[in-house]
């Protein structure tokens, strides 16, 4: 059983930054695009941010320009980052990675609330 593990969450004002963190088996992503999904109560999960293994990115449009995801290989573990900067009421949601195609079984997400 693959496991996905996220971090970095919290609590933080408008116009503020996180860094979500993901760890995840190198060998589970290694022929697929990493992405990171956000989902709030009654919607379904949205794909905001991907990675492919050469490093190429691409965007939800709502958070190009202040969402950088990457990808980094060390000692067989991948590790995704999502950094969001000029973080916005609506960025409030559950903040999960997983392959962008094929996922595999979720994880328990990372929550981010963005509040004054």
């Known amino acids: 059983q693959v496991q996905l593990v996220e971090s970095g969450g919290g609590v933080v004002q408008p116009g503020g930054s996180l860094r979500l963190s993901c760890v995840a088996p190198e060998t589970s992503f290694r022929l697929y695009a990493a992405g990171w999904y956000r989902q709030t109560p009654g919607k379904p999960r949205e794909l905001v941010a991907s990675v492919t293994p050469s490093g190429n990115t691409n965007y939800v449009d709502s958070v190009k320009g202040r969402f950088t995801v990457s990808r980094v290989n060390a000692e067989n573990t991948l590790r995704v980052y999502l950094q969001m900067n000029s973080l916005k009421f609506e960025d409030t949601a559950v903040y999960y990675c997983?392959?962008?195609?094929?996922?595999?079984?979720w994880g328990q997400g990372t929550q981010v609330i963005v509040s004054s």
């Open positions: 997983n392959r962008k195609s094929v996922p595999l079984e």
